[in-house]
């Protein structure tokens, strides 16, 4: 799980995470009338793709930031998981044809996982080779293992993922044995990460040098670091990177799983919201998601030219917004009052006149994408009276007549925490804020720069925060956030939230290996967490996004969005193979 | 000089560290999986910070520092893992260039202009010209810029005059009738005139006080009383001595040449030092701020030093020689 303020603060990291898809599909869309030109025959004639000269199989996109290191094991950064998922591949994928369940890529085969349910023992393909020629064996595998968990490499962000790891063994030059120290039923993240890398480049290099590593002499890349031009063996490899301006990826011929239809990938690096904007608008882009809905929705939905040569594409990812509330506070304790708080915030109204109905309520920590998620939940809606009722039930009265309510001599009053520059935050707090003082509650806001935001929440130093989660496994452990054990040593329950029996429950899911079973567990959390309310669980943003009427972009991924790799049934239009 | 740089880089130092955040928090809350997240995440921390020596106190941390510097090692970008040489080097000549030719073409036009204004006091074109700077002055460049973008860089059906990323083209676009520098010209036009008119404004402004400054005083009269031509009276009399302040402010514009701007650099998606900087700073990237901090600083004394040196060429009244008598 990864904070999506995070995302929201760097204007678009999911955005380049890339995603959209074409039109064909209108059930996607729950915002009738909306469509732009969606489904239809394509007159080639009259779309303009190749301006700048391009080649028609190139697929050109854009990154808001420049991905720091694309090293697999170093790198920490978003943008350059973005990159780094076409040079490398990991031994398993969630398949999005087949209800995410994990599928093999690097493997042959799945799992034969023994009778303890400790050990994992994996064959490796025997056609995979590194974009230099040589073959991808266990080895690689294991190496990639060491240096992710050797301690002078610079690899904290992966090395959490390893926590459970006692090793990994190579059997033979095709097969890795991965063994837990523990069961751990949500295991499928570990075999999800990319974390091989070619054992036969860093033959003798020093874990130290391992972090900066360049191409060494006589190396046709000698000089450049590992870094900028990875060696690695997925659908594409790095042809071009200049840092802080573009990079060309181009299609691995001797790829070992099937290829892609894209021969080219050209990422553009433009840092700045408007001039990606103006990147579209002119045809230099071929796909593009709109952050701010209200620049889809108001300016270029009516654009001639973006309606002539883009398709639109509606879809969700697997993120939420939430506002929490801190229940070390003797306010937040109460369970009525949270539910009241609730009641007292317009998320519908919110969803409309904010989002401009581009998002949905979400209703617990699972995302509805996924089949974790117990759909049938109704969301609570919003109703002052019931709430002013819940409060008056839980004893907070406004005995002293000053418009505030109190109890036991405390006044209900409460600062709400958020992350600065937060369009969303704000738009929110001053909704509820104006809804609370209505209701006798004095709600303060003060927004945060994102390090010392996170800072105070780690810390347990708010009252309440509005800040949002995005699940990177449609298998998602929802522990981290909502077991009270986590509610210490700067755990991310920062909330404080504990409920014996949904630590019952979280505890069985984790030892459940069986999927169906593990997921009517998750149902039976997601219900008793909704009706605690630690959180208000607030919504689903919808991604909008536009791509060129050349590609026909599959069924958008709510991990990756839509993706030109193989498997997601990205193609050019007319030249289906 | 020593001792001032010494000061600088201990306050740098210290601020950054007291600045809330920690490069070694995972990032994003993002502890991973495992069945003791929490435990765990602060154990891989705990080792992340062994790793970069920031688990030693403060003081040791900033000698360790100096000692690098001393063997010109700047360190290791965290996050980037390449030395921190390298990227300044990077981004330094994208900044300078743009920087000098914006402070060069803001003086070329700054000082006629101020001149003109100061000589014409009151004129018609004095007025307008006042105004008109004064407007400028005022614009913020973040506006300027998007305006540039939104009608000069050829979406929406404005016309497609100028470029609005980066210092070059792409690479399956590069125009082959284009020369580097031809193409350089073109992709910093709007950089360079964003960066250009609000030191224009204000540099024409103090070269028409200095002007008038002296212009008034007897020694003009004298000139003109015996004589001189009006041009001799004012470029050589007059301006020699009014231009002193401008002089000063070139000084203080040597760092901003290294320290760039970080709002024409993001705009312009532009590899540059204020980008540099404001991305290490957001994301707690020690050594970057460290020696980018440092390099301003030593480029702030450097230009103090540089405008006593001015002095004794344009002001004659100052030399070395009367300061030893």
């Known amino acids: 799980m990864k904070h999506a303020t995070w995302w929201v603060r760097k204007l678009a990291v999911l955005a380049a995470a890339g995603s959209l898809l074409t039109g064909c599909d209108k059930k996607n869309s729950s915002n009738a ?33 420049n991905p720091d290191n694309l090293n697999p094991i170093i790198q920490r950064d978003n943008y350059s998981t973005v990159v780094i998922n076409y040079v490398f591949d990991p031994l398993y994928d969630y398949d999005p044809k087949d209800n995410f369940l994990l599928k093999p890529l690097l493997a042959s085969a799945m799992p034969t996982i023994s009778e303890d349910k400790k050990s994992f023992t994996i064959p490796i393909r025997k056609d995979a080779k ?178 002539r040569n883009f398709n639109l594409t509606l879809y969700y990812k697997s993120v939420y917004f939430y506002v929490g509330w801190n229940m070390q506070r003797e306010m937040f304790k109460d369970k009525r009052v949270r539910l009241a708080l609730a009641k007292l915030c317009d998320v519908d109204g919110f969803i409309k006149q904010v989002e401009l109905g581009y998002a949905t309520r979400c209703i617990g920590p699972y995302s509805k994408e996924f089949s974790q998620a117990d759909l049938t939940i109704k969301p609570i809606a919003f109703d002052p009276k019931g709430a002013y009722a819940l409060l008056e039930e839980a004893g907070w009265k406004d005995t002293d007549g000053d418009g505030i309510r109190d109890k036991g001599g405390q006044k209900f009053e409460f600062q709400f925490m958020m992350p600065s520059k937060n369009p969303r935050g704000e738009a929110l707090s001053t909704l509820l804020q104006e809804e609370l003082k209505k209701a006798g509650i004095r709600m303060t806001i003060r927004a945060l720069e994102w390090n010392a935001f996170s800072e105070e929440i780690h810390n347990q130093k708010f009252d309440a925060l509005f800040s949002g989660w995005a699940s990177t496994d449609p298998d998602d452990d929802a522990y981290q956030i909502f077991h009270s054990s986590q509610s210490k040593e700067r755990g991310s329950n920062y909330v404080s939230y504990a409920n014996p029996k949904v630590d019952e429950l979280l505890d069985a899911a984790r030892l459940e290996f069986d999927r169906e079973k593990r997921n009517a567990l998750c149902k039976e959390i997601n219900r008793l967490i909704y009706d605690d309310q630690p959180y208000c669980f607030v919504m689903h943003p919808q991604v909008v996004s536009v791509l060129h009427k050349r590609f026909k972009g599959g069924r958008p991924s709510p991990l990756l969005g839509y993706d030109p790799r193989a498997g997601y049934d990205f193609k050019i239009v007319g030249r289906e193979r | 000089m020593i ?23 995972p990032k994003v809350g993002d502890t991973g999986g495992g069945l003791n997240r929490a435990e765990f995440a602060r154990e891989v921390q705990e080792a992340k910070k062994k790793l970069l020596g920031l688990d030693k106190p403060i ?60 000589t014409h006091r009151y004129s018609l074109w004095d007025r307008i010209s006042t105004i008109v700077l004064f407007i400028l002055y005022s614009l913020p460049t973040f506006w300027i810029a998007s305006l540039a973008i939104i009608f000069l860089g050829g979406g929406g059906g404005f016309a497609d005059v100028f470029p609005i990323a980066w210092l070059s083209c792409t690479t399956p676009d590069r125009h082959p009738f284009m020369g580097e520098s031809l193409d350089w010209a073109w992709h910093s036009f709007l950089p360079i005139a964003c960066l250009t008119y609000p030191v224009l404004a204000s540099l024409s402004r103090y070269s028409r006080a200095g002007m008038m400054e002296v212009v008034r005083q007897d020694f003009i009269r004298t000139a003109r009383a015996k004589g001189l031509s009006e041009n001799v009276v004012i470029f050589k009399h007059a301006a020699r001595n009014g231009m002193i302040p401008i002089l000063t402010l070139l000084a203080t514009m040597l760092p901003l040449m ?57 002001d004659p009244r100052i030399s070395f020689e009367k300061l030893q008598a």
């Open chain 1, 33 to 65: 009338g909306q469509t732009a030109s969606t489904g239809g025959a394509v007159d080639e004639a009259s779309i303009t793709y190749d301006k700048l000269g391009r080649d028609r199989d190139t697929f050109v996109r854009y990154l808001p930031a």
């Open chain 1, 130 to 307: 590194w974009h230099d020629g040589h073959p991808v064996t266990a080895h690689d595998v294991v190496f990639g293992y060491e240096m992710v968990v050797h301690p002078k490499v610079d690899s904290a962000q992966k090395k959490s993922y390893y926590a459970d790891v006692e090793y990994f063994k190579a059997i033979d030059d095709y097969t890795v044995e991965i063994r837990m120290k523990k069961a751990y039923a949500f295991y499928s993240n570990i075999l999800n990460m990319n974390a091989t890398v070619p054992k036969h480049l860093f033959e003798g290099v020093s874990p130290e040098d391992f972090n900066n590593f360049k191409y060494p002499a006589g190396h046709k890349l000698a000089g450049t670091a590992y870094s900028i031009n990875p060696l690695g063996f997925g659908a594409y490899s790095v042809e071009r990177f200049e840092p802080q301006k573009e990079i060309i990826l181009v299609r691995n011929e001797n790829y070992c799983g099937p290829k892609p239809e894209i021969r080219k990938i050209h990422f553009l690096i433009l840092t700045d919201t408007l001039a990606s904007r103006q990147f579209l608008k002119r045809g230099d882009l071929d796909s593009f998601n709109y952050n701010v809905t209200r620049q889809y929705d108001m300016e270029d939905k009516n654009d001639a030219y973006i309606n």
């Open chain 2, 3 to 25: 001792p001032t740089l010494f000061g600088i880089t201990v306050i740098t130092f210290t601020l950054i560290r007291l600045a809330p955040g920690d490069p070694t928090a």
């Open chain 2, 59 to 118: 003081p040791v941390q900033y000698l360790t520092w100096c000692a690098k510097l001393a063997t010109f090692n700047l360190g290791e970008s965290y996050s980037k893992k390449r030395p921190v040489g390298e990227l300044i080097v990077e981004s330094l000549a994208n900044t300078l260039k743009l920087d000098i030719v914006a402070i060069f073409l803001a003086y070329l036009i700054a000082v006629p202009l101020g001149i003109y204004s100061a």
């Open chain 2, 258 to 314: 290294v320290s760039g701007s970080v709002i024409i650099e993001s705009i312009f998606s532009i590899n540059g030092m204020g980008k540099l900087m404001f991305d290490a700073v957001m994301e707690r990237d020690y050594p970057v701020v460290m020696a980018v901090s440092s390099l301003s600083a030593i480029m702030t004394l450097f230009g103090i030093l540089a405008s006593d040196f001015l002095y004794v060429f344009v």
